[in-house]
């Protein structure tokens, strides 16, 4: 797969190397329909000169539309994927790779020991964000502020992806078949959000019984993390 010229074109103005891309959202998840919309999320590393600079960094996400996508500075987004950000995680599982150099494998080969417990606290902190949205009708992942299936497709697969990761202690992106069916359903209004609230909440219940059950580490290993991202920013000497 190429590399989107718009991002091209921005890593190469900005001086930008980057490192790992992936193509996310419903084509990723194996959701998509007709019509659906590319959409990318990749790390970058900058020069070394502009990282150290006295004005520092223009940005350390970068993100545009045409096609979506959005690029985090490789310190952003392991900082991110510590916390336990859903989204990031994702990219370090998405079979779906556009670009990824050694950097970009080496960020791959630590992705199980940047998962911890706490992790799953932001899968259920995020659900339930979402699910009061839905029902109150406000502020939601979907354009019109209204719910629609797009969203409650959205919150019903972050549930799922955080009881898998409970239990085998990998992020899962693309779906099973069964669960797409059951997620492209939703997604096209066959299901009400009434019928959605019945699927969510369940799964949430369990995935809050599974964050203090589950077997994954109490801690992340930060050492092994913070030395990648010195090693890749110092990699970027050149002028």
Not at 135 to 161: I, Q
Request: net charge neutral.
């Amino acid at each position: 797969m190429n590399v989107p010229k718009s991002i091209g074109e921005l890593a190469a103005s900005r001086h930008l190397a980057v490192c790992l891309l992936v193509r996310s959202g419903s084509k990723a998840y194996g959701i998509d329909v007709e019509g659906s919309d590319d959409d990318y999320v990749g790390v970058f590393i900058p020069r070394l000169r502009d990282f150290v600079s006295m004005a520092g960094l223009e940005r350390d996400t970068y993100a545009e539309n045409g096609p979506d996508f959005t690029i985090h500075e490789i310190g952003k987004f392991c900082r991110l994927a510590l916390k336990g950000n859903p989204a990031i995680l994702e990219t370090l599982w998405n079979p779906d790779v556009v670009v990824c150099d050694d950097w970009g494998r080496k960020l791959i080969g630590l992705r199980s020991q940047m998962l911890h417990r706490g992790s799953l606290d932001v899968y259920i902190e995020y659900a339930e964000a979402q699910l009061k949205k839905m029902v109150k009708g406000k502020g939601l992942h979907s354009k019109g502020g209204e719910y629609n299936g797009k969203f409650g497709a959205h919150l019903v697969r972050l549930l799922h992806a955080g009881i898998g990761l409970a239990a085998s202690k990998e992020v899962m992106v693309r779906v099973p078949p069964a669960f797409a069916e059951t997620l492209l359903e939703i997604r096209s209004g066959k299901r009400t959000m009434e019928g959605v609230l019945e699927i969510a909440r369940p799964k949430l219940e369990t995935l809050k019984r599974l964050a203090t059950t589950n077997a994954l580490p109490d801690r992340p290993d930060t050492d092994a993390v913070d030395e990648l991202v010195r090693e890749a920013r110092l990699s970027r000497r050149e002028l």
